[in-house]
Each structure stands twice: as C-alpha cells, then as structure tokens.
T-cell receptor, first 110, second 117 residues
Framework: KQEVTQIPAALSVPEGENLVLNCSFTDSAIYNLQWFRQDPGKGLTSLLLIQSSQREQTSGRLNASLDKSSGRSTLYIAASQPGDSATYLCALYNNNDMRFGAGTRLTVKP | GAVVSQHPSRVICKSGTSVKIECRSLDFQATTMFWYRQFPKQSLMLMATSNEGSKATYEQGVEKDKFLINHASLTLSTLTVTSAHPEDSSFYIC?????????????FGDGTRLSIL
C-alpha cells in the first residue's frame, strides 16, 4: 500500500524567502504526482501535475520535481508571499486510486 | 474546463438526521467519482470509489450502510450519510475523473463541511 509522507508538517518563513517542501513515497510504480494547495476550510486547488515520465514541472514561482527512483518529490516556491500561506498537499496516482500526504502548513510572514 | 460542483457547501443538522451531498461534473462526463473525508488538520482519506452504473467500492473501515453512494449518471454522484452522529462531522470532498484510466487527473469539488450537533 502506498505511503506518502510530507516533511515538514509546518513551516513558517519571512516574506521573500525561497523554500522547499518535501514529499516521499514508498511505491515508485506511480502514474502521476500532483501538488495541491488547500486554504483553511476550502477544497483543493491543483498547482502542478507531473506525469510519471517527467522529472519536473514549472508554473510561475512554483517548480515541482519528481525522482521515482528515490521516491521523492519537492515543491520549490520562489520569493514567497503572504498569499502563499496555505496547506500544501502532494498526492500520487497508482493502482486506480490517489493517495495524499498529510500536508505541510506554510505560513509566510509579512 | 473540468469543473466539479459540490452541494451543499455546509450542512449543520441534528444527530440522527440523514444528509445527502451531491457531486456534479459540469462540463464533462465522469465515469468514476471519488469521495474523500478530511478531519481537522489531517489529510484526505479516500472513502469510496464510485463507477457509473455499478456499486461503489468502499475502502477498508468505511461502513457502506452508513455512507450510501449512488452514481446513477455520468455527471452526478451522491453521498448520503445515514443517521448521522457527531463523530461523522467532517469535511467531505468529491472528485471526478474523465476516463477509466489511473493516469487521468481527478478534478475536485470545493467540499462540504458537515457538522452534526
């Protein structure tokens, strides 16, 4: 059964800092990996989707990488802003379902 | 494109009430829909997978008689929490997938906050 771990569980940084969120998984036989943002009490906003054959995806200040051999993915956020404060979830597709990590709660202080 | 609408967004009701939550794919046909539950400060946990025209597949530990799922059309799945109790209070999120292939992304609704008094 796929296990997804996100470290750290919480992170607080001053505005402007670059930061990295980590996601590790136990089963490398995945189809895709997806990073989501969740604001308090809200649903999920998809940020980046990395296909199994890809190694990274970029969107604006966000860059996500995927290394299946080591079972790791990272989400890099450049020049963080207070509006980036949210919980970030990674999720993996394999065997007809999707497994989520517990998330990293990010706070960006002005 | 690929919009999923979930209704209602919030429900507050008394213990013993049955509550129905709807999940609709607005601009695509969803052969498969998923129902997740999220407790405070925890991640999403898959409850069940719903395929149009067939019975839902429930994850281990999820009571199928308590959480009734119907997926009667390619654009609508419903989750009914029967005789809800305070411990059922949670955030329920649905998602929908276009085709029956695991590599197709799921599109998520905005969730339903269920509070049982």
């Amino acid at each position: 059964k796929q296990e997804v771990t996100q470290i750290p569980a919480a992170l607080s940084v001053p505005e402007g800092e670059n930061l990295v969120l980590n996601c590790s998984f136990t089963d490398s036989a995945i189809y895709n990996l997806q990073w989501f943002r969740q604001d308090p009490g809200k649903g999920l906003t998809s940020l980046l989707l990395i296909q199994s054959s890809q190694r990274e995806q970029t969107s604006g200040r966000l860059n996500a990488s995927l290394d299946k051999s080591s079972g790791r993915s990272t989400l890099y956020i450049a020049a963080s802003q207070p509006g980036d404060s949210a919980t970030y979830l990674c999720a993996l597709y394999n065997n007809n379902d999707m497994r989520f990590g517990a998330g990293t709660r990010l706070t960006v202080k002005p | 494109g690929a919009v999923v609408s979930q209704h209602p967004s919030r429900v507050i009701c008394k213990s013993g009430t049955s509550v129905k939550i709807e999940c609709r794919s607005l601009d695509f046909q969803a052969t498969t829909m998923f129902w997740y539950r999220q407790f405070p400060k925890q991640s999403l946990m898959l409850m069940a997978t719903s395929n149009e025209g067939s019975k839902a597949t429930y994850e281990q530990g999820v009571e199928k008689d308590k959480f009734l799922i119907n997926h009667a059309s390619l654009t609508l799945s419903t989750l009914t929490v029967t005789s809800a109790h305070p411990e059922d209070s949670s955030f329920y999120i649905c998602s929908a997938r276009v085709r029956q292939h695991s590599n197709q992304p799921q599109h998520f609704g905005d969730g339903t906050r269920l509070s049982i008094l």
